[in-house]
């Protein structure tokens, strides 16, 4: 089993939105977060991952990290409706 670790930070309590797209042995699901804060964290398993994240707080950062084994990748975003699309295969 393949796990997608994310990771997200910047500025505590900077809230956000996010859709994640998560793709495991030809199937794929839908975790929806509608109202989230930071610091959090998720795992899901799967092969894929794909997915929006919206910053809602004005005046702060956010950092999106993704993990998939030896695989990383990290965006960032500042002010309220800042959009990141990140994916991982």
Known sequence: MTQIHITMSGSPGAEFSAHWRITHEGETTEHVEESG???????????????????????????????KGSNRSTSSTQGAGGTLTVSIR
Do not use: C, H, M, N
């Open 37 to 67: 804060t930071v610091p959090a964290e998720y795992t899901f398993t799967g092969t894929e991952l794909e997915g929006t994240v919206k910053l809602l707080s004005d005046d702060e950062r956010l950092e999106v990290g993704i993990q």
